[in-house]
């Protein structure tokens, strides 16, 4: 276990565009379900009672170091980085945080 990358990232879409992002952000889970076999969660959140606007919170953990590279270098991430960059569609830079886990439990 001491080998996988957890990870958080945290989208702030733009206002009005939430939509969109959710859309796009529900496809590239679907895509990394498909195609990314040794990813063992990848699992969307969306916040619903920000105060200015919500964001959408990523949980992802990567079998290894490799394998969480090589998410990054899909052309189905490059092209959601392309997209969002075109339709202007955050509000914010991708905020993406690698953690680990340090208490508490994942599942009784």
């Known amino acids: 276990m001491s080998g996988q990358v957890h990870v958080v990232a945290i989208i702030t879409p733009a206002k009005g ?18 195609n990314e076999k040794d990813v063992p969660k990848y699992e969307l959140f969306e916040q619903y009672n920000g105060q200015g606007g919500n964001v959408f919170v990523v949980e992802e953990i990567y079998n290894n170091q490799a394998v969480y590279d090589a998410h990054f270098k899909t052309d189905y991430f490059t092209a959601l980085g392309e997209t969002t960059q075109k339709e202007a569609l955050l509000a914010a830079p991708l905020d993406i945080k690698t953690i680990k886990p340090i208490g508490g439990f994942a599942s009784r």
């Open 17 to 34: 565009k939430e939509a969109r992002v959710g859309q796009l952000l529900t496809d590239l889970a679907n895509k990394v379900k498909q």
